[in-house]
């Protein structure tokens, strides 16, 4: 069965400071990846997705992950976090056939210091 | 329009109650969902629907009852829940569950809570 792992649960930064949260999937065959973002009290926004290409996408609000498939990871990053950055970050897979399950990780609460 | 829009927002039910989530989208999608999120964890499918037809039931208990009445509407049906069972129902919906490159939009979600 698919699975995410997300390893950091909850990580707390500096306005400015360089985020990189880590995601890995068990699934061996061709996937879709996805980042969603859950502000306080809203629903969930997808940030950026890989379907295929270049492994490296820029998704809104200056994010962008990495595809490395030899890891089997996909890494968000952000050069330089806000505090309106404060939200919970979640990882999600779903296999490259079709969209159907959508598996999600457990989840990174960040939180962003002004 | 890109919205899911859910409805209500708030259920508070009794444990012998009857309710209904409703769920609609106005983007052509094909596909939809309802997914349950306990506190402080992720996102769990529960049903997917498929061209107005149930695809995937995650195991889920009876007393959740779901309904495609239209390729625009998806119901939940509530009966005789738990407390347990309270938590934030999220729909979703998307283009078409058969392509190969496409995205899941969420609802804001019902917040239910069973007493």
């Known amino acids: 069965a698919q699975s995410v792992s997300q390893h950091n649960h909850h990580v707390i930064l500096s306005e400015a400071a360089s985020l990189e949260l880590g995601c890995n999937y068990s699934?061996?065959?061709?996937?879709?990846l996805f980042w969603y973002v859950q502000y306080p009290g809203q629903h969930l926004q997808l940030l950026l997705k890989?379907?295929?290409?270049?492994?490296l996408v820029k998704g809104i609000k200056g994010f962008e992950a990495e595809f490395i498939k030899s890891k089997f990871s996909f890494n968000l990053r952000k050069p330089s976090v806000q505090w309106s950055d404060t939200a919970e970050y979640f990882c999600?897979?779903?296999?490259?056939?079709?969209?159907?399950?959508?598996?999600f990780g457990t989840g990174t609460r960040l939180l962003v210091s002004p | 329009d890109t919205e899911v829009t859910q409805t209500p927002k708030h259920l508070v039910m009794g444990m012998t109650n009857k309710k209904s989530l409703k769920c609609e989208q106005h983007?052509?999608?094909?596909?939809m969902y309802w997914y349950k999120q306990k506190a402080k964890k992720p996102p769990e499918l529960m049903f997917v629907?498929?061209?107005?037809?149930?695809?995937i039931n995650e195991s889920v208990p009876s007393r959740f009852s779901p309904e495609c009445p239209n390729s625009s509407l998806l119901n939940l049906h509530l009966h005789a829940l738990q407390p347990e069972d309270s938590a934030l129902y999220l729909c979703?919906?998307?283009?078409?569950?058969?392509?190969?490159?496409?995205?899941?939009?969420f609802g804001q979600g019902t917040r239910l809570t069973v007493v």
């Open positions: 979703a919906s998307s283009q078409d569950p058969t392509a190969l490159d496409t995205e899941a939009f």
């Open positions: 699934y061996g065959g061709t996937v879709n």
């Open positions: 890989y379907f295929s290409g270049d492994p």
């Open positions: 999600a897979v779903t296999p490259g056939t079709g969209f159907q399950k959508l598996v």
């Open positions: 983007m052509g999608h094909r596909a």
């Open positions: 629907y498929s061209y107005e037809k149930l695809s």
